[in-house]
């Protein structure tokens, strides 16, 4: 819930959800995580998420929107760009996609901001600190 406020307060997305891997026979998915998108929700996004496994953090840019991953993204309600960041491994929580940015697009220091926050939330249960955003 904290890391859900805090990147609607320090960044320009709109709609944040959380997701966690799923493999689809030789396909890699995300699977939404209840609280936060609709049940059963599936994205086949295989580039971004190769991206993301091997970065750490993926993002669709505006040109991409009119591709696949696009559309599967904008069936989610995932408009604009999207900025996708991998969490600490947890059952429920493996990903978190910020999405639908004021304006259609983020800014340059949008995609640092949303991994700083993922990493203070990740320490967050390690260290006991507070995630406290505001905008």
């Given at each position: 819930?904290?890391?859900?406020?805090?990147?609607?307060?320090?960044?320009?997305?709109?709609?944040?959800?959380?997701?966690?891997?799923?493999?689809?026979?030789?396909?890699?998915?995300?699977?939404?995580e209840a609280t936060s998108t609709r049940p059963g929700s599936l994205l086949r996004v295989d580039?971004?998420?190769?991206?993301?496994?091997?970065?750490?953090?993926?993002?669709?840019?505006?040109?991409?929107?009119?591709?696949?991953?696009?559309?599967?993204?904008?069936?989610?309600?995932?408009?604009?760009?999207?900025?996708?960041?991998?969490?600490?491994?947890?059952?429920?929580?493996?990903?978190?996609?910020?999405?639908?940015?004021?304006?259609?697009?983020?800014?340059?220091?949008?995609?640092?901001?949303?991994?700083?926050?993922?990493?203070?939330?990740?320490?967050?249960?390690?260290?006991?600190?507070?995630?406290?955003?505001?905008?």
């Amino acid at each position: 819930v904290q890391l859900h406020a805090a990147i609607r307060n320090c960044t320009r997305a709109r709609r944040v959800s959380f997701w966690h891997w799923l493999r689809s026979g030789t396909q890699l998915c995300l699977a939404g995580e209840a609280t936060s998108t609709r049940p059963g929700s599936l994205l086949r996004v295989d580039g971004f998420a190769r991206q993301l496994r091997e970065r750490g953090w993926a993002r669709l840019e505006r040109q991409e929107l009119g591709g696949v991953e696009g559309r599967e993204f904008a069936a989610q309600g995932l408009l604009g760009e999207v900025i996708g960041v991998a969490c600490g491994p947890t059952a429920r929580v493996q990903v978190v996609l910020a999405g639908d940015p004021l304006e259609g697009r983020f800014g340059p220091l949008d995609a640092p901001t949303i991994r700083l926050l993922v990493r203070l939330a990740h320490s967050n249960g390690e260290t006991g600190l507070s995630l406290r955003a505001t905008a």
